[in-house]
């Protein structure tokens, strides 16, 4: 049972994903852990997913380069994980995979409740409506990220039954785009992100998917450093356009961020994640502000401000 700050859309509980059919399998290659450090919500590791395999009964491809596992541990040692990734099937489909996970205090095994973004006009259209749990372990031994998903329908919750609980007096870290409002103040730092070629999952659940992978980059002016190969820009086009950039900044003196910059154009909300006790906590505040990308050599230029 997540607590109420993170259900994963299962408020009544995560029921045991084997009691379900299994979906699919995947060994997603690990590349480096990133150890972010305590930040405001708790200790946060990046994993790294360099691609991967996957197969089922009804499907079956590979995992591409650039995913994202979110790992956070709070200070209770309770997890709450998300798992980004892009699929492509073996008759080339593309569908964005998004995980939502929990678990208590030292179990290994994260509990998932798996989202699929698949083309409506696909034969893995399925997945847009199906119930799915499973699980995520991180196999040292194998240098993987090992994720087993089930389809649940009609599965209930089982005793006996685990209840998670926030720590009292800490932020809880956010599923959904944050929201602000207000004017742009003075600047803070300016990006120059490269970017990959672009893949359309196409008209799906929520709208049009588009995936803009982030290859690279740099930073100037309060944070000056680099971008780290990995995580995306999440598009969904629909009768606005909502940007959901996800990635990674290394600074010129080895300290990690965790971004998220989304919302329409127009109106994008950045929040990061910085160590607490680093030189760069100022900015766990989030109250902030972004441009909309602009063009740049490869890429696309965003300048971050601060709110008023």
Same mark, same amino acid.
């Given at each position: 049972?997540?607590?109420?700050?993170?259900?994963?859309?299962?408020?009544?509980?995560?029921?045991?994903?084997?009691?379900?059919?299994?979906?699919?399998?995947?060994?997603?290659?690990?590349?480096?852990?990133?150890?972010?450090?305590?930040?405001?919500?708790?200790?946060?590791?990046?994993?790294?997913?360099?691609?991967?395999?996957?197969?089922?009964?009804?499907?079956?491809?590979?995992?591409?380069?650039?995913?994202?596992?979110?790992?956070?541990?709070?200070?209770?040692?309770?997890?709450?994980?998300?798992?980004?990734?892009?699929?492509?099937?073996?008759?080339?489909?593309?569908?964005?995979?998004?995980?939502?996970?929990?678990?208590?205090?030292?179990?290994?095994?994260?509990?998932?409740?798996?989202?699929?973004?698949?083309?409506?006009?696909?034969?893995?259209?399925?997945?847009?409506?199906?119930?799915?749990?499973?699980?995520?372990?991180?196999?040292?031994?194998?240098?993987?990220?090992?994720?087993?998903?089930?389809?649940?329908?009609?599965?209930?919750?089982?005793?006996?039954?685990?209840?998670?609980?926030?720590?009292?007096?800490?932020?809880? #870290?956010?599923?959904?785009?944050?929201?602000?409002?207000?004017?742009?103040?003075?600047?803070?730092?300016?990006?120059?992100?490269?970017?990959?070629?672009?893949?359309?999952?196409?008209?799906?659940?929520?709208?049009?998917?588009?995936?803009?992978?982030?290859?690279?980059?740099?930073?100037?002016?309060?944070?000056?450093?680099?971008?780290?190969?990995?995580?995306?820009?999440? #598009?969904?086009?629909?009768?606005?356009?909502?940007?959901?950039?996800?990635?990674?900044?290394?600074?010129?003196?080895?300290?990690?961020?965790?971004?998220?910059?989304?919302?329409?154009?127009?109106?994008?909300?950045?929040?990061?994640?910085?160590?607490?006790?680093?030189?760069?906590?100022?900015?766990?505040?989030?109250?902030?502000?972004?441009?909309?990308?602009?063009?740049?050599?490869?890429?696309?230029?965003?300048?971050?401000?601060?709110?008023?």
């Amino acid at each position: 049972m997540p607590d109420p700050s993170w259900t994963c859309g299962t408020p009544a509980g995560i029921v045991p994903p084997t009691r379900g059919r299994l979906v699919l399998r995947a060994a997603a290659q690990l590349g480096t852990i990133h150890d972010v450090g305590i930040t405001q919500y708790g200790r946060r590791r990046i994993l790294d997913v360099k691609g991967g395999t996957f197969t089922g009964e009804r499907l079956g491809g590979t995992l591409l380069p650039g995913g994202l596992d979110l790992e956070l541990t709070l200070s209770n040692g309770t997890t709450e994980l998300e798992e980004i990734n892009v699929l492509r099937t073996n008759d080339g489909t593309l569908i964005y995979f998004r995980s939502c996970g929990v678990a208590p205090s030292g179990d290994s095994t994260v509990r998932i409740v798996p989202d699929f973004e698949a083309p409506n006009s696909s034969p893995h259209a399925w997945l847009n409506t199906g119930t799915f749990a499973g699980t995520r372990v991180v196999n040292t031994a194998t240098n993987t990220i090992e994720l087993t998903v089930y389809d649940v329908s009609g599965v209930s919750p089982a005793e006996p039954l685990i209840q998670l609980t926030d720590p009292a007096g800490q932020p809880n #870290q956010l599923w959904n785009c944050a929201a602000g409002s207000g004017t742009r103040g003075a600047t803070v730092f300016t990006e120059s992100v490269t970017l990959g070629s672009s893949l359309a999952v196409g008209a799906s659940k929520r709208g049009t998917r588009n995936i803009i992978p982030i290859t690279g980059g740099t930073t100037s002016g309060r944070v000056t450093g680099s971008i780290l190969a990995g995580g995306a820009d999440y #598009q969904l086009i629909g009768s606005t356009t909502t940007l959901d950039a996800r990635y990674t900044l290394l600074t010129n003196d080895r300290e990690l961020i965790l971004v998220r910059n989304c919302g329409p154009f127009g109106r994008l909300v950045p929040t990061f994640e910085a160590r607490a006790a680093g030189p760069y906590a100022f900015l766990n505040a989030n109250t902030w502000l972004s441009s909309d990308p602009g063009p740049a050599s490869g890429g696309v230029s965003i300048t971050f401000y601060e709110r008023r």
